[in-house]
């Protein structure tokens, strides 16, 4: 089953990339921004493979990595302005009224809050350079109402490394991935991981979090 997803994931990515260019990679990152989780580990590394292969940068692999990570950066400026506006518009409204139906508790919005009160803006630079995290973190910035100027500038820039780093890697292999068949076997270890870690995160997320909502339905 995870194995059908993740291959319709990255045919749907490699589609997409390959139709489209650098609008491709902007589009897939914004949608990854909208809260909707289309991995950033699945788009960029292929934007930097076909790096490797001269697709993008013509021929300047330098030049290509800078400019799929720009639009990378873009897109996530995009698609975080959906997030954002809805969490500013709507967020602790419907979250309190619908947020049992997808696992997110009234104490779960709290927690978010009080971390943007604590920390400040600093909040949005730091969540987009951590993985899941960076999918979620425009839609409680809403909720706390972040300046809107500064938001998307921390979001530029805390994405924009985050989205070179991995085509860096995506270009990497692209560059070994025939001349070393060691990077087959690690590509496959990585990817089992990857897997185990996702699972065990989601099991543990909805264990906990059923735990809390019916304990909230009891007390109701």
Not at 26 to 43: Q, Y
Not at 120 to 128: D, K, M, P
Not at 129 to 152: E, K, S
Not at 175 to 182: A, E, I, K, L, V
Request: hydrophobic share 50%; with cysteine.
């Amino acid at each position: 089953m995870t194995e059908h997803i993740l291959a319709s994931i990255v045919q749907f990515v490699i589609w997409t990339i390959s139709s489209t260019g650098y609008a491709g990679v902007a589009l897939l990152m914004g949608i990854e921004s909208a809260c909707i989780p289309l991995p950033s580990e699945v788009i960029m590394p292929f934007a930097g493979y076909l790096v490797s292969t001269g697709r993008f940068g013509g021929g300047d692999a330098i030049m290509g990595l800078v400019w799929v990570a720009t639009a990378g950066a873009i897109g996530c400026n995009l698609g975080s302005v959906i997030a954002y506006w809805i969490g500013a518009w709507g967020g602790r409204p419907l979250v309190l009224r619908y947020g049992k139906y997808v696992l997110m508790s009234p104490h779960d919005l709290d927690r978010m809050h009080a971390y943007f009160e604590k920390y400040g803006s600093i909040t949005v630079l730091i969540g987009r350079l951590l993985p899941v995290v960076r999918t979620f973190i425009a839609f409680p910035a809403g909720i706390a109402r972040m300046p809107q100027l500064r938001f998307h500038i921390y979001t530029f820039v805390g994405s924009w490394p985050w989205c070179f780093a991995l085509a860096y890697v995506g270009k990497q292999l692209g560059d070994r991935w025939n001349t070393d068949p060691r990077f087959h076997e690690w590509f496959h270890r990585f990817h089992l991981f990857v897997e185990l870690a996702l699972v065990a995160g989601i099991v543990w997320f909805v264990w906990t979090h059923w735990k809390k909502r019916g304990q909230a339905l009891n007390e109701a």
